[in-house]
């Protein structure tokens, strides 16, 4: 049994679960939907999951992705952000489109690639899900590797680290110490839909330039 794209209507803000998925109707589900899409497609072991996020999913995945950017950035660490590149894996049997993802510590190894293949490239080192209208399945991320796990429900940000192959959540991020994220990103996410995103990327950069004088 083939699975046609005419079949599949999912709205947006909605999720479809598909199980007994074959590999090969996985990827072409992929190609059929080509890469100008606006859903995300995660697959795991035979389940496939389809979402279509919405405008304030998009919003809040734009600014805490642009606040990982200003951390990198004032710390002077080199980094390459993907997106929702798809990242795959036929042997772990593992598909995931992050809503955002960043290269830190590999970035070196990635850097300049036209085409990233988990057979032999490193996954990302930090990934980002928002998680307002479905959850996070921690399974295709802990299988590929991913050694931080960042996820925000609307109100708060929880941040994960992998141990062991799995996940565990904890206060601080690894990539940024001292950094107390889990209670500012929430409240300068708010107060960029109040004062906007460029006064608050502003303040936002203020910030991290005195934490880091501070030290």
């Known amino acids: 049994m083939q699975v046609q794209l005419k079949q599949i209507v999912v709205s947006p803000g909605q999720q479809l679960l598909m199980t007994d998925i074959s590999w090969t109707m996985y990827e072409q589900l992929l190609e059929e939907f080509g890469e100008k899409r606006g859903s995300r497609i995660n697959y795991s072991e035979g389940v496939l999951e389809i979402m279509v996020p919405l405008p304030e999913h998009e919003d809040d995945k734009a600014i805490i992705a ?13 980094f390459r952000s993907l997106g929702s590149t798809t990242f795959k894996s036929k042997i772990m049997k593992q598909g995931i489109e992050a809503d955002d993802c960043f290269y830190i510590e590999n970035e070196v190894a990635i850097r300049g690639k036209k085409r990233i293949d988990l057979t032999f490239d490193p996954p990302p080192d930090l990934a980002l899900e928002i998680d307002i209208t479905s959850r996070t399945r921690f399974d295709n991320y802990e299988v590929l590797g991913v ?6 429900n609307g109100t708060q940000l929880e941040i994960n680290v992998l141990r062991s192959g799995q996940y565990v959540q904890v206060n601080e991020s690894p990539h940024f110490p001292d950094f107390p994220l889990s209670e500012v990103i929430p409240q300068e996410l708010e107060r960029s839909k109040i004062e906007g995103r460029n006064k608050t990327m502003k303040a936002l950069r203020t910030w991290v330039r005195t934490r880091i004088q501070e030290k």
């Open 147 to 152: 050694q931080e796990l960042w996820r925000f």
């Open 66 to 78: 642009d606040f990982v950017k200003v951390l990198l950035e004032e710390l002077d660490i080199e």
